[in-house]
């Protein structure tokens, strides 16, 4: 395997570990969150978290695909991940924040991604990771929009 194949699969795990932060954080959101914009909250980190299931799945697979070995443990995500875990006391609009904030790291790793995908002419990777991307783009636009 060469060092580029190598630093993609370690692209997708970073991905699949961030992913699965934001999973768990969502859940944690989804299950504390509080004040009058409760029902709004509640139902939208709902569909975060399950449109992150989705990109965890694919990203995985991918990872398959390409003879990588995607990384499924706690432990593994919490170490590699560019993004932390809940801290349990975040109001409303910390947790609106918190989550445009991750949004808009995974984002510029999602970039340098598709680079490396588009310079090792795997199309299929840079276009699973412009989708995920565009997805989360649009997710920091209205989270801050939100906010205002």
Known sequence: M?????TLQE???KQ??????MYTKLHNYHWYVKGHQFFTLHLKFEELYNEVA?????????LLAIKGLPMARMVD???YSSVKEATGTE???QMVTTIAQDFSIMIVEL??????SESLNDDTTADMLLAIHTSLE???WMLNSFLE
Do not use: F, P, Q, W
């Open 2 to 6: 060469s060092s580029t194949t190598a």
């Open 11 to 13: 692209v997708l795990n």
């Open 16 to 21: 699949i570990a961030n992913l699965n932060v």
């Open 54 to 62: 989705l990109h965890i799945d694919d990203l995985a697979e991918r």
């Open 77 to 79: 995500y919490l170490n």
């Open 91 to 93: 109001n409303a609009d």
């Open 111 to 116: 970039r340098g991604g598709m680079a490396l």
């Open 138 to 140: 649009k997710h920091v």
